[in-house]
């Protein structure tokens, strides 16, 4: 979300071939225990072949349920969980058939209720690396749980609700910096986005 604040527009990439272990559909939440995963299931049209777009969410489990438990146990006693809670939970909960159509959903709304006024648009086909305008920054494979990035593990330390049993989780979901700070999330973005991630 940082990077997002970092330009006017971004174009999210659809047509890759789907990646796996990627943060395209799932995030990490802070809990009692420490950080826990939250993927959302998928389906793959065309096995390994599948490209993003395409990708369609696995409807027969109760993923969303399960979702919605775990960030309210997570962010119950949080400062702002009250003020995000139904929107988010209202978008986690609707009948969205593709993986993209639910991430750009989240998307939009968070980069409304942190005042991002990037545009933020889908790709109409894939462009490789090398065929970028040089004015172009790609982040395709930059955010993965795969690597672990130094910098991001020296984020700026907020108020976080088990910071006191499990120290803080410099690696989580925005929404935990969105229930933590509320308003004021912007201006750490603000902050992140001027160190060199």
């Known amino acids: 979300m940082a990077k997002l604040c970092e330009y006017q527009s971004v174009i999210i990439e659809q047509y890759e071939t789907y990646p796996k272990q990627t943060y395209r559909n799932r995030a990490v939440i802070a809990t009692a225990m420490g950080s826990m995963s ?88 894939f462009v490789f690396s090398h065929d970028l305008p040089a004015d172009t920054d790609d982040y395709r494979n930059y955010f993965s749980p795969k690597t672990t990035d130094n910098s991001i593990s020296s984020l700026p330390v907020y108020d976080q609700v088990f910071a006191d049993r499990v120290g803080f989780l410099p690696n989580v979901s925005i929404l935990d910096l969105l229930f933590n700070m509320g308003p004021e999330a912007n201006q750490y973005l603000k902050v992140v986005s001027k160190l060199s991630l």
């Not at 490209?51 to 489990?61: A, M």
Request: glycine share 2%.
């Open 38 to 125: 939250l993927s959302v299931p998928v389906v793959k049209r065309n096995g390994n072949h599948t490209i993003t777009k395409d990708i369609d969410i696995c409807n027969h489990e109760n993923w969303r349920i399960k979702h919605c438990r775990a960030i309210e146990a997570a962010y119950n006693s949080s400062p702002y969980f009250m003020y995000y809670k139904d929107d988010i939970f209202h978008i986690l909960n609707q009948d969205y058939s593709t993986l993209p159509e639910l991430n750009i959903a989240i998307l939009r709304f968070l980069a409304k209720k942190l005042h991002i006024k990037t545009e933020i648009r889908l790709s109409v086909d």
